[in-house]
């Protein structure tokens, strides 16, 4: 079975920092890594998306991230946040050709304006 | 408007009453997911549902849960008899159709007195 550790609880950022959250799963075999958002209030949403190709994956509303296959990691990146990027962040992994997700226990982003 | 719908999307009940919660989707799926989030913690995994049959469920989904598509469009979700610990948001989710990701619906927050 997988596992998902996200290393950061809770983050408190200003307007226009720049924002990093770790992400690390373990399983042996192949994987498909995502990054939810669940804004206040509402429900998750997905924020980008890795199966294969180019390790670097860009997503909606200027978020990153980076799968690096032999530190079993998919940190997510945005180079300067805004006060709308408050949310909850769930990294989240599932075995190839399995729709069942493992999330992390999320990351509760807040931006101060 | 959203892919998937869930009703209500907010119930209160009395411990030991029984509850149905509800999703519908825009168009038709096989596959099916129950998930859930208590406050606080993880997106946990409860059932996945194919074709009519539980294909898996989590060691969360006791004889206390079970899942129905009643009438070919709409799944549901019913717990027996509720306990104070039932209280969490319950996310349906549909696969998205590309590469194993899903799209959840809009959740019911259940809370238990």
């Known amino acids: 079975a997988q596992s998902v550790s996200q290393h950061n609880h809770h983050v408190i950022l200003s307007e226009a920092a720049s924002l990093e959250l770790g992400c690390n799963y373990s399983?042996?075999?192949?994987?498909?890594l995502f990054w939810y958002v669940q804004y206040p209030g509402q429900h998750l949403q997905l924020l980008l998306k890795?199966?294969?190709?180019?390790?670097l994956v860009k997503g909606i509303k200027g978020f990153e991230a980076e799968f690096i296959k032999s530190k079993f990691s998919f940190n997510l990146r945005k180079p300067s946040v805004q006060w709308s990027d408050t949310a909850e962040y769930f990294c989240?992994?599932?075995?190839?050709?399995?729709?069942?997700?493992?999330f992390g226990a999320g990351t509760t982003v807040t931006v101060r304006a | 408007e959203p892919e998937v719908t869930q009703t209500p999307s907010h119930q209160v009940t009395q411990m030991g009453q029984e509850v149905i919660l509800r999703c519908v989707p825009i168009s038709n799926h096989l596959y099916f997911y129950w998930y859930r989030q208590i406050l606080g913690q993880k997106v946990e995994f409860l059932v996945s549902?194919?074709?009519?049959?539980?294909?898996?469920k989590s060691e969360i989904f006791d004889d206390q849960f079970s899942v129905e598509r009643p009438d070919g469009s709409n799944f549901t979700l019913k717990i027996r008899s509720t306990k104070l610990e039932d209280s969490a948001m319950y996310f349906c989710?549909?696969?998205?159709?590309?590469?194993?990701?899903?799209?959840f619906g809009s959740g019911t927050r259940l809370t238990v007195v």
């Open positions: 989710a549909i696969p998205s159709g590309q590469a194993y990701g899903y799209t």
């Open positions: 399983y042996g075999g192949t994987v498909n």
């Open positions: 549902f194919y074709n009519n049959e539980i294909s898996e």
């Open positions: 989240a992994v599932n075995a190839r050709r399995d729709y069942k997700l493992s």
């Open positions: 890795y199966f294969s190709g180019d390790p």
